[in-house]
């Protein structure tokens, strides 16, 4: 199990908007900042957000994130075919001195 | 432009060590605020972080592979090695070389592209 809690799977149309949430503890997301992960099929993560809701260098507007306590979401609106894949939330967890991430999300667009 | 890469064999035995080299170009692995390591995915699964090898000196693992892990680096080739013994098949999975920050949620932002290392006899 993973310590951080992600919904297995989410789906909606192209255009439409999505939200994955990401559930912790005191220790992990009650403690410090969350980032999150892009994964497509057949590469490695990129990295989407850090400090719950900073965006890197040419990653597009449509994705944000948000904390509140010990949870996390990332939003996604205008959704595209190429956003199909798994998304991954991550924090250090300061009571097992660790990089914990959750155990991904598949987003569909149908 | 920073590149990670990483390299070693792809097929190791049951019970013997799996190694694993990462050639880091674009950035000095001993440059301030950033940890580099290695982080797993066994085949169709989640992230699993494993070990991080900080600018300060410090090194974190993942505590129930601990006892298995060395890591170590060489600045003079800019490269951090992964050492995992006494494999078994539950250790086949895709080893990702990646940056870390030392600093706030200790986000990864740089990945390299991942080897496949397979545990089979």
């Known amino acids: 199990q993973s310590v951080l809690t992600q919904p297995p799977s989410v789906s909606a149309a192209p255009g439409q908007k999505v939200t994955i949430s990401c559930s912790g503890s005191?220790?992990?997301?009650?403690?410090?900042?969350v980032s999150w992960y892009q994964q497509l099929p057949g590469t490695p993560p990129k990295l989407l957000i850090y400090?719950?809701?900073r965006r890197p260098s040419g990653i597009p507007d449509r994705f944000s994130g948000s904390k509140s306590g010990t949870s996390a979401t990332l939003g996604i609106t205008g959704l595209q075919t190429g956003d199909e894949g798994d998304y991954y939330c991550?924090?250090?967890?300061?009571?097992?001195?660790?990089?914990?991430f959750g155990g991904g999300t598949e987003l569909t667009v149908l | 432009q920073v590149q990670l890469r990483e390299s070693g064999p792809g097929l190791v035995k049951p019970s013997e060590t799996l190694s694993l080299t990462c050639g880091v170009s674009?950035?000095?692995?001993?440059?301030?605020?950033?940890?580099w390591g290695w982080i797993r995915q066994p085949p169709g699964k989640g992230l699993q972080w494993i070990v991080s090898?900080?600018?300060?000196?410090?090194?974190f693992y993942n505590a129930p592979l601990q006892s298995r892990v060395t890591i170590s680096v060489d600045t003079a080739k800019n490269q951090i090695s992964l050492k995992l013994n006494s494999v078994t098949a539950a250790d086949t999975a895709f080893y990702f070389c990646?940056?870390?920050?030392?600093?706030?949620?200790?986000?990864?932002?740089?990945w390299g592209q991942g080897t496949l290392v397979t545990v089979s006899s």
């Open positions: 990646a940056r870390t920050s030392r600093g706030l949620g200790s986000y990864t932002d740089l």
């Open positions: 674009g950035y000095s692995i001993t440059g301030y605020g950033f940890c």
């Open positions: 090898f900080c600018y300060d000196g410090l090194t």
């Open positions: 005191s220790s992990n997301i009650g403690y410090t900042s």
């Open positions: 400090e719950n809701n």
């Open positions: 991550g924090t250090w967890d300061t009571s097992l001195s660790a990089v914990v």
